[in-house]
Nanobody, 121 residues
């Protein structure tokens, strides 16, 4: 059982920055990876950043160089630093927690409730 609480979403101008945080609680002793996804109405859910138990990271091409994912030493918090935001970054951002690699492969994580990020001039 993992509960995820996201924070940090809001309205920013193009070129601006935003920091999203995801606090995990519950059974975080078992851990494989945490990730951030985003969802725009009418589009497929997109995985934008992943950080695993070895602190290896992965980014979608659409956000490379602009977004950076990190986690604390206790694996209880994941942070998504978002810089040089564009209109296309608008969406609902969800935190995801993968307890095991099998869950990662199956894309069946524990999900946060989502936080709205709106990039607008």
């Amino acid at each position: 059982q993992v509960r995820l609480v996201e924070s940090g979403g809001g309205l920013v101008q193009p070129g601006g920055s935003l920091t999203l945080s995801c606090a995990a609680s519950g059974n975080t002793f078992i851990f494989h990876a945490m990730a951030w996804y985003r969802q725009t109405p009418g589009k497929q859910r997109e995985q934008v950043a992943v950080i695993d138990r070895y602190r290896s990271t992965w980014y979608a091409d659409s956000v490379k160089g602009r977004l950076s994912i990190s986690r604390d030493s206790d694996k209880s918090t994941s942070t998504l630093q978002m810089d040089n935001l564009t209109l296309e970054d608008t969406g609902v951002y969800y935190c995801a927690y993968f307890s095991r690699y099998s869950d990662f492969e199956r894309e069946l994580p524990s999900w946060g409730q989502g936080t709205q990020v709106t990039v607008s001039s």
